[in-house]
T-cell receptor, first 115, second 120 residues
């Protein structure tokens, strides 16, 4: 079975540009998580969806970040406008069960570089 | 507030040595879950184990074993007879159930990770 799929795997953009990261969760999973990983702050949860509904977005850094989950098989994380400090690896994870205590399975990540 | 501490930033061992990665956590919740993930040089995060706070039995899976001690709030991970392929960053994580009860739960908090180098 396919795991969590993320695209693109690498993204290089210039400051001020819009960036859209995509995620396809594992089929049948009903929770989806977006994380950001940096050297300084480690792994941070940005937002968490359950049954396509955002449950906790307290980790979203600021209004430049937005996330959507229009259906059970697709989610996007958008940064507009992007800034150099957004450079990080962004992971999407999914789980079955609807709780943050369920095992989360991670995608390969998107390495974002903002110049 | 929940917290996970992995005090060992980097560990270097020679192949076939045993190595233990420490994880200490803080929580006020009585029901919580602990996890270990592996992040190899390729970058993905690989799930290794999930353990709930009511199950203090040690677990062994091949060369991997986990020692959960509630009394010391620790959930340590031991690799026996380490191999070069074990070289990776290992993350310990904690997730509580207190805020949303059984229907949600706090966010999962990850430790800073321990980078393990296994030399041939």
């Amino acid at each position: 079975d396919a795991g969590v799929i993320q695209s693109p795997r690498h993204e290089v953009t210039e400051m001020g540009q819009e960036v859209t990261l995509r995620c396809k969760p594992i089929s049948g999973h009903n929770s989806l998580f977006w994380y950001r990983q940096t050297m300084m702050r480690g792994l941070e949860l940005l937002i968490y969806f359950n049954n396509n509904v955002p449950i906790d977005d307290s980790g979203m850094p600021e209004d430049r970040f937005s996330a959507k989950m229009p259906n059970a098989s697709f989610s996007t994380l958008k940064i507009q406008p992007s800034e150099p400090r957004d450079s990080a690896v962004y992971f999407c994870a999914s789980s079955f069960g609807g709780r943050t205590t369920d095992t989360q399975y991670f995608g390969p990540g998107t390495r974002l570089t903002v110049l | 507030a929940q917290k996970v501490t992995q005090a060992q930033t980097e560990i270097s061992v020679v192949e076939k040595e045993d190595v233990t990665l420490d994880c200490v956590y803080e929580t006020r919740d009585t029901t919580y879950y602990l996890f270990w993930y592996k992040q190899p040089p390729s970058g993905e995060l690989v799930f290794l184990i999930r353990r709930n706070s009511f199950d203090e039995q040690n677990e062994i899976s091949g060369r991997y074993s986990w020692n959960f001690q509630k009394s010391t709030s620790s959930f340590n991970f031991t690799i026996t007879a380490s191999q070069v392929v074990d070289s990776a960053v290992y993350f310990c994580a904690l997730s509580e159930t207190g805020l949303y009860g059984d229907t949600g739960g706090f966010k999962t908090i990850f430790g800073a990770g321990t980078r393990l180098f296994v030399k041939a």
